[in-house]
């Protein structure tokens, strides 16, 4: 028995250090957080320590965030991150090596700075970097700027009142088709639909087009795709309709929206005319428990049907516009023959 009480003292604490050793290996964003507490404790009395330990801190705050967005839709960031700095007249440069983002720049004893530097270059460099060619130049900007906002506002909320002053208003004056653009996405943003829908169809022309030489039609595209959600989703009005189907050469998408006092019937002729017309893909979304106790019917009811693909469906909490949070939920489908459900 002593034997035995010995190999457990001893396989114990083994199996505990190998734990921690996994977790870390699959959670880069937490190693680097550690990592930077560590160098913090140095950074007193070394200016050395002091900057690993902010390249540390900022690398795991925009892993952070590219694991979180990377959860709603797979591959939208597909690389990690890692900050070098540099001395000299480089603000900021990035380019890819070993399957990361490395970003060069100079250090600056504003930390609000450092991390909305990096943040932007990591997002203009990373974010649907596939689909880049082929969005419009406005549009782009505009996901970039939206999508640096939501990184600081779940990193590093005490740097808002400076991105706001130095970078997005700035932009917003500059340029009266981005401001619109980014009041549009800020709209889709606060509904919950930016990654979950926005960035997921722009992730799908870089799918459709890659390798193709980027037309005009096509950024032209992204443009309209975007005024008809501002239309369907951000100023859409109470029991007043909307035409929900956009019908593109590279979006093809219907969003239905389930409202309280609807029946499946109607939604599932909807879907049929979808895939009658060759609709690429349907969205039902719906807020409210009791509208989403009639998307779950609707959800069942799709189940036995061979003619459309379930591609994703999470609830999650968003605000109406202009309202308290409510629950919501979103599925995407996407149709595979001509034939009805």
Known sequence: MGDFGSVLTHLVPNAIWIGIFAYLITHPEVAEK?????WSIFSKISKGAEKRTI?????????SFSKCLNSEVPELMPHGVKVEWVTGKITRESFFRDNQVIIRMDYHANQDDNIIRAALE??????LPDSRPYVDEDVMASVDLISTKKLIEKERKSALKYYYAEVLGPARRS???????VVVMNGIDELGYFSRLLLRE????????QFSIPEESTKDETKRFLDFLDQKLVKKKPRVDVDPTFVGESVSV?????????????????INRCVKQKIASI???ARGAYNIALVRRLQNRLKSSTKVTEVFCEQFVAPSLGSRKKDNICIKYDIRSEETV
């Open 254 to 270: 219907s969003i239905v929206y389930v409202a309280k006092g609807e029946l499946i019937g109607p939604h599932l002729a909807w």
């Open 202 to 209: 722009l992730q799908g022309i870089g799918l459709k087009k």
């Open 55 to 63: 390249a540390l801190d900022i690398q795991g705050r925009l892993d």
């Open 175 to 181: 340029n009266a088709e981005l401001d619109r653009f």
């Open 283 to 285: 969205y039902i979304c």
């Open 122 to 127: 990591y997002i203009a460099r990373d974010l």
């Open 34 to 38: 550690w990592g930077a507490i560590f």
